[in-house]
């Protein structure tokens, strides 16, 4: 049991440092990670487990075996990109099998959740301050490898998180709130650096989003929205004085590349009339290619898995997501506390604009916590729900 929590912790830990290879190149750090817990919690999983996820877990399961089926019956030799896609999708449905069960059996309680996962963040992004491989491609902050946007999704969900922790702390002293602003601030500003226009409106939605409905009477949330539209000035006015984001916000300028306009529309071309199942990721990547001149991910994850799989699969992949919806609408009813409402909708958001999401394994463990949150119990996490 020790061995299992030790490596769920390291586990969470290390989810920000997912583009740190170990041994060969597709063996990243947080799925070595994950295997070494797989070997030490595998005997201790009982099979009967398996009711709490069989609907979102079968959901996710067929939606696999359509993109994989569209994908093969298109089958294109030379174009690799539907290897890696499913490889990695695989291994996260066993990470949502797994973490899903470990959550709502609660190996871990959700404060030292979230609290290894917030660490994790600030450990990642210690490294812009001790200068191991960050770079500012374009003018926009990279860390290890890690794309800006997804430093942008990092930041995000650390600022709610960080949030959460500043609401339900008692006895409040003088320092707590320094280190809360310096936080929220330290964040902001990373948030900037990485001149993600995604990551800044996410920012002002999801802290709105969850200021609003923290508040219980219909009253109360009327007059939070506009204390939370003046913060949200407030944060914009700092996040806005200058740099990548300042540019890429406000100078209008657009290029092919990063037109996610014109890549959507591309994509809707070269599926043509394949509704039903998609063209699969293989005669996605030549079709593409072709069209555009290079390889591009479709930068919304909905039209992504639509191009990929067709009808059936967006509508499989909207009832694996109606599941995890539902468990936040349940922790909220529940303990009045919109963290994971917030979260999702930060997800989602980064999800319709972004590429690369759901198969990325902060998702995973997001869509894990979040739906094992329907389980909860009041009286067992009383201590670390507020």
Not at 170 to 177: A, E, I, L, T, V
Not at 263 to 283: Q, R, S
Not at 313 to 327: M, P, S, Y
Request: glycine share 8%.
């Amino acid at each position: 049991m020790k061995a299992k929590r030790f490596f769920l912790k390291l586990l969470i830990l290390s989810i920000p440092f997912n583009e740190l290879s170990v041994i060969l190149p597709q063996i990243r750090v947080p799925t070595f990670i994950f295997f070494l817990y797989l070997l030490v919690a595998i005997g201790s999983f009982r099979y009967s487990d398996v009711k709490y996820i069989k609907k979102p877990l079968l959901t996710i399961l067929l939606l696999y075996c359509v993109i994989a089926l569209s994908s093969y019956l298109k089958f294109v030799p030379g174009y690799n990109f539907g290897f890696s896609f499913l490889r990695q999708f695989a291994i996260y449905i066993v990470f949502f099998y797994f973490i899903s069960i470990e959550f709502i059996n609660g190996t871990l309680k959700l404060n030292e959740i979230l609290k290894f996962y917030n660490t994790g963040i600030y450990l990642f992004l210690s490294m812009v301050i001790l200068g191991i491989d960050t770079n500012f491609k374009d003018g926009r902050l990279s860390i290890l490898g890690t794309n800006a946007n997804l430093v942008g999704v990092f930041c995000v969900s650390s600022i709610l998180i960080t949030v959460y922790f500043y609401r339900v702390t008692g006895n409040k002293q003088s320092y707590h709130h320094f280190i809360f602003f310096a936080k929220i601030l330290l964040l902001l500003i990373a948030i900037a650096s990485t001149g993600s226009r995604g990551a800044f409106f996410s920012t002002l939605i999801t802290l709105g989003l969850y200021i609003v409905l923290l508040q219980k009477s219909s009253l109360k949330r009327i007059q939070y929205v506009f204390i939370a539209i003046f913060l949200g000035g407030a944060v914009s006015a700092i996040m806005l004085a200058g740099g990548p984001l300042a540019e890429r916000l406000l100078g209008g300028e657009e290029e092919l590349a990063a037109s996610r306009t014109e890549i959507w529309e591309a994509a809707l071309e070269v599926l043509g009339n394949n509704y039903f199942m998609g063209i699969g990721l293989f005669t996605y990547q030549r079709n593409i290619e072709a069209l555009m001149g290079r390889m591009f991910a479709v930068h919304n994850e909905f039209l992504a898995i639509f191009v990929y799989s067709g009808i059936v699969g967006i509508l499989l992949l909207f009832f694996f997501l109606r599941g995890v919806i539902k468990g936040a609408i349940s922790f909220y009813n529940r303990f009045k506390n919109p963290i994971f409402f917030s979260l999702l909708f930060g997800i989602l958001f980064a999800a319709s604009k972004g590429g690369g999401i759901f198969i990325s394994i902060n998702t995973w463990f997001f869509f894990s916590l979040i739906y094992a949150s329907k389980y909860f119990v009041p009286q067992k996490q009383h201590d670390n729900i507020s």
